[in-house]
């Protein structure tokens, strides 16, 4: 179910869970299916001892994508017209993750009505690892 | 990286879903998604990442018969053992070889983007820069421009990326 405009304020946030003790088997998992099997992501020998890493980390767009997730969750499914962000921190196995999308603006663009958001995606810590804006379509 | 043909699959998009932990019906049940405003299973927002799977001669996939820089054996499967630096400047952005990772990454959706669809990719670069780090030493930032259209030659997803290389393992 889509947003509406004339429901939607702004200062507006809307926050949500996407990883919970994130584990080194989700970072393969998405390893698989985007297709990006650097080690660095995949094989905890490598990162450390080769690298010089403390351990595997996530892929930046594993962060994003799980971002995304509660960009769509709020929006509506295929509402999103723009999304991008900064990758402000690394995320690594453990990691607990909740992001965040807070309304910059609301206006009307031809016919069409356009949320402006700002998205933020913070660890157990209180950290930023990713830091951006997004724009969705609405309903009237 | 250029694909020629990066087709949108139902498979594909419901692993890509489950790897981000997310469970929305939109990205695996055909039912839910016929009777939704979109009509069709369509892809997540982030789902072009993708892509490399069909590009052939994407750097951070094992192929088959050539030597993988992953550990095996020993630490790493390349020569010298720091061999995952050595490609570094041919990694695209979203993958970070060795000292390059992934800084940026912005989508623009022009089109709606599902199962059916048959995607071509073209990329282009964009700017580079230089910083100084604290912890890292120097960055050296390069911008990635990546068009994804349809098979009607549509575009339908514009991506801009920024990779970062830098001197020192910036683990935070």
């Known amino acids: 179910m889509a947003l509406r405009a004339r429901d939607l304020e702004v200062g507006a946030v809307f926050e949500e869970p996407v990883v919970e003790d994130l584990k080194r088997t989700q970072i393969v998992q998405y390893a698989g299916a985007s297709g990006d099997y650097n080690p660095l992501h995949t094989d905890e020998v490598f990162a450390t001892r080769v ?12 962060t994003m994508a799980m971002t995304g997730r509660m960009l769509t969750d709020f929006v509506g499914d295929g509402r999103l017209t723009g ?21 910059a603006a609301v206006r009307e663009q031809g016919t069409e009505h356009v949320a402006e958001l700002h998205v933020r995606t913070v660890n157990q810590d209180g950290v930023e690892v990713f830091s ?3 724009t969705a379509r609405l309903d009237p | ?5 990066f087709p949108i699959e139902a498979g594909h998009i419901m692993m890509f879903a489950r790897s981000a932990g997310d469970p929305n019906p939109i990205y695996y049940d055909v039912d839910h998604a ?24 994407y750097p951070l996939r094992p192929k088959i018969g050539q030597p993988w820089f992953g ?50 990719v073209t990329t282009r670069p964009g700017a580079t820069w230089e910083k100084e780090g604290r912890r890292a030493g120097r960055l050296t930032f390069a911008e990635t421009i990546t068009e994804y259209r349809n098979q009607d030659g549509d575009l339908v997803v514009t991506a801009r990326s920024v990779g970062v290389r830098t001197e020192r393992a910036a683990a935070s």
């Open chain 1, 132 to 134: 951006g804006t997004a």
């Open chain 2, 34 to 57: 016929g009777s939704s405003e979109v009509g069709r299973i369509i892809a997540p927002p982030t789902f072009v990442q993708a892509a490399a799977q069909f590009d052939p001669d």
């Open chain 1, 83 to 103: 999304f991008g962000g900064r990758f402000t921190a690394q995320v690594w196995p453990g990691d607990t993750l909740v992001a965040t999308a807070t309304v």
């Open chain 1, 51 to 62: 690298a010089g890493y403390p351990s595997v980390f996530a892929h930046g767009m594993l």
């Open chain 2, 71 to 120: 550990s095996g054996r020993e630490p790493s499967g390349a020569a010298g053992g720091g061999g995952g630096q050595r490609d570094s400047a041919s990694a695209p952005p979203g993958g970070g070889v060795g000292r390059g990772l992934h800084a940026e990454q912005h989508f623009e959706y022009h089109r709606p983007l599902g199962v059916g669809d048959v995607l071509s």
């Open chain 2, 1 to 5: 990286m250029a694909v020629d043909r």
